[in-house]
């Protein structure tokens, strides 16, 4: 889903390439979007996904919840590349050093 406007405040993209799922985030991942995060990175033919969250500039609650979801979903397939605020609001939610989420 892409929100438009003046300026755009989400964006996911996916990617397939074999099955490897590469799915890109931009903006702001709330309650409003972060059920289309997870969808765009629910694909069957996906074995290994990578959530590139570099270009989120917000993450709530209800972003973790759907993160989470990705996590039981992918188990042992996935991995984050979390922007700084991405890592800020998962480290203090006790998930930074979950082995799902890259370093950096």
Known sequence: MDQQ??????????DLDGDRLTVTVTGEVDMATAEHM?????????????L????????DSAAIHALLQLTDHY???????????????LDISGLGGQPWLAAG
């Open 5 to 14: 406007g003046p300026e755009q405040l989400f964006s996911a993209t996916s």
């Open 38 to 50: 997870y969808r765009a990175a629910i694909h069957e033919d996906a074995g290994k996904v990578t």
């Open 52 to 59: 590139d969250l570099r270009a989120v500039s917000f993450f």
């Open 75 to 89: 188990p042992q397939a996935l991995t984050v590349l979390p922007s700084r605020q991405v890592r800020r609001v």
